[in-house]
C-alpha cells in the first residue's frame, strides 16, 4: 500500500517570538541602570564645572576632574542610550551599535592595561607628567586641590618624585622674586601628623623645599607618590585584578546579551517573511 505523502510543515503561527523578554529586559534594565549613573556623573561634573571661575576652569582643562567626569559620562549616556532604546524596540541598528561601542570600549581598556605592562617607563613618564600638571594647577581647582591632598595623605608622599616638585607651583616656587606667603613651602598634606592631633596646622610645611631631605623628613614625606603608586599598584595586583574584572565583567554581559538579541530578533524577522510568503499559498 503506497505511504501517504507527508504534509508540508505549517508556518508557527503570528504569536510565536524568537525574541526571549528575558534577554530583552534584562537588557534593557541594564543599561537602564547604567544610563542613569550616566546622567548622574554628567550633572555632578556640570554643576561642579558652574562652580569655579572661568578663568581657573580654562587653565586647568586637562586636569580637572569634573571634565572627566562629564566625558566619561556622556559617552557612557550614548552608549546605554542605544543599547535601552535598541533592546525596547528590537531595532538591530541601535543593538549593533550598542555592541560595537561597548567592544570598542572593552579593547581599549584591555590594550591600555597590556601597553602600560609593556611599556612601564613610558606609563610612569606620562603619569608623571599627569602629576606636574597636577601640582602646576594646584591653587587653581579646589576640586584638584582636594584630590593631591587625599593622595598624598593616603600614599604618604609629597609632589611627584620628591616634595621639592612642588617648586613648579607659582605660589610653592622658591625663587627669591616669589612674593608670595607660602614661598618654598609645600602643602599641609605633605606634613607628618600626630594620630593624637586634633587640629591641622595649615602652616607646617611652611619653607621646607630650604631644608635638605634629611632634615625635611622629621617635618614632611619627603618621598615622590610616583614610587609610591608604583610600590601599592605591584602589592595590590590581585585587588586591582579583581577591580579590573569587576568593569570588564558588566561589558562582556552587555556584548553577549546585545548579540544575543539581535540574532533573535533576525530569525523573528525571517518567520515573519516565511508568514507572509505562504500565509496565501492554497496548500497551507
Given at each position: ?43 555632578v561634573g556640570v554643576y561642579a564645572r558652574l562652580l569655579k571661575h572661568a578663568e ?139 594620630a593624637n592631633q586634633t587640629v591641622v596646622n595649615t602652616m607646617c610645611g611652611h ?78
Open positions: 500500500m503506497a505511504r501517504r505523502a507527508a504534509a508540508p510543515a505549517r508556518p508557527l503561527g503570528d504569536d510565536f517570538s524568537f525574541v526571549s523578554p528575558v534577554v530583552k529586559y534584562v537588557l534593557f534594565f541594564f543599561n537602564l541602570l547604567f544610563w542613569v549613573i550616566s546622567m548622574v556623573m554628567v550633572a581657573a576652569a580654562m587653565a586647568c582643562l586637562a586636569v580637572d576632574p569634573a571634565i572627566l567626569l562629564i566625558v566619561v559620562g556622556v559617552l557612557t549616556f550614548l552608549i546605554t542610550f542605544c543599547g535601552c532604546v535598541g533592546s525596547l524596540r528590537e531595532n538591530i541598528c541601535l543593538l549593533q551599535t550598542f555592541s560595537v561601542c561597548l567592544t570598542a570600549v572593552f579593547l581599549l581598556q584591555l590594550a591600555a592595561g597590556v601597553l602600560g605592562f609593556v611599556f612601564s617607563d613610558r606609563a610612569r613618564g606620562k603619569v608623571s607628567e599627569i602629576i606636574n600638571g597636577a601640582i602646576v594647577h594646584y591653587r587653581d581647582d579646589l576640586d584638584l586641590q582636594n584630590l593631591i591632598d587625599f593622595g598624598q595623605k593616603e600614599f604618604s608622599c609629597c609632589g611627584g618624585v620628591s616634595y621639592k616638585d612642588w617648586s613648579q607651583n607659582m605660589y610653592f616656587n622658591c625663587t627669591a622674586t616669589n612674593p608670595s606667603r607660602e614661598r618654598c613651602s609645600v602643602p599641609f598634606s605633605c606634613c607628618l601628623h600626630d619653607g621646607m623645599q630650604d631644608k635638605g631631605y634629611l632634615e625635611a623628613s622629621a617635618f614632611i614625606y619627603t618621598n615622590g607618590c610616583i614610587d609610591k603608586l608604583v610600590n601599592w599598584i605591584h602589592s595590590n595586583l590581585f585587588l586591582l585584578g579583581g577591580i579590573t574584572l569587576g568593569l570588564a565583567l558588566p561589558q562582556l554581559v552587555g556584548i553577549i546579551l546585545a548579540q544575543l538579541l539581535i540574532n533573535q530578533i533576525r530569525d523573528q524577522i525571517k518567520l515573519q517573511l516565511y508568514n507572509q510568503q505562504h500565509r496565501a499559498d492554497p496548500w497551507y
